[in-house]
T-cell receptor
Framework: KQEVTQIPAALSVPEGENLVLNCSFT??????LQWFRQDPGKGLTSLLL?????REQTSGRLNASLDKSSGRSTLYIAASQPGDSATYLC?????????????FGQGTILTVHP | DVKVTQSSRYLVKRTGEKVFLECVQD?????MFWYRQDPGLGLRLIYF???????EKGDIPEGYSVSREKKERFSLILESASTNQTSMYLC??????????????FGDGTRLSIL
């Protein structure tokens, strides 16, 4: 059964810092990995989907990398801003003919203070 | 942009009531999902549907049922609400799995309290 772990559970940084969020998964036979952002009391917003054939995916100040063989992904946030404060979750497909079912990590709570 | 709309942001119901949570998506997605999210437990899949009138149990289906009569609408039903079903409920949709790289899009969630 696929398991997803995110480290750290919480992170507090001053504005302007570059930071890295980590995600690891136990079954490396994945088609893709998705990073989400969740603001308090809200739903999830898809940030990046990185395919298994890709090593990196970029969107603005966000860069996601994927190393399937080691079962790891990182989300790099450049020049962090207070508006980046949120919970960040990674998710991978559950595997097989699962019709797109996802297994989620517990998330990293990010606080960027001015 | 994909729009997934959940009918209520906040809902308060009584123990034993039958509760309906509605979700509508506007992108002709085949797949639709219902999750619940609880502190310390993360997101857990309740049910999903890959086509009209098709449904499959997720990880925690007990106490819930679903209905998908139209492609754009996926309803979650609490047959007899109990206090342990107090939670944040999230609906999501995606294109059919055959593409293998279809992101899931989420609604804003329904915060349900059972008193």
């Amino acid at each position: 059964k696929q398991e997803v772990t995110q480290i750290p559970a919480a992170l507090s940084v001053p504005e302007g810092e570059n930071l890295v969020l980590n995600c690891s998964f136990t079954d490396s036979a994945i088609y893709n990995l998705q990073w989400f952002r969740q603001d308090p009391g809200k739903g999830l917003t898809s940030l990046l989907l990185i395919q298994s054939s890709q090593r990196e995916q970029t969107s603005g100040r966000l860069n996601a990398s994927l190393d399937k063989s080691s079962g790891r992904s990182t989300l790099y946030i450049a020049a962090s801003q207070p508006g980046d404060s949120a919970t960040y979750l990674c998710a991978v497909p559950a595997g097989g003919t699962s019709y797109g079912k996802l297994t989620f990590g517990q998330g990293t709570i990010l606080t960027v203070h001015p | 942009d994909v729009k997934v709309t959940q009918s209520s942001r906040y809902l308060v119901k009584r123990t034993g009531e039958k509760v309906f949570l509605e979700c509508v998506q506007d992108m002709d997605h085949e797949n639709m999902f219902w999750y619940r999210q609880d502190p310390g437990l993360g997101l857990r899949l309740i049910y999903f549907s890959y086509d009209v009138k098709m449904k499959e149990k997720g990880d925690i289906p007990e106490g819930y049922s679903v209905s998908r009569e139209k492609k754009e609408r996926f309803s979650l039903i609490l047959e007899s609400a109990s206090t342990n079903q107090t939670s944040m409920y999230l609906c999501a949709s995606s294109l059919f799995w055959s593409g293998k790289n279809q992101p899931q899009h989420f609604g804003d969630g329904t915060r349900l309290s059972i008193l």
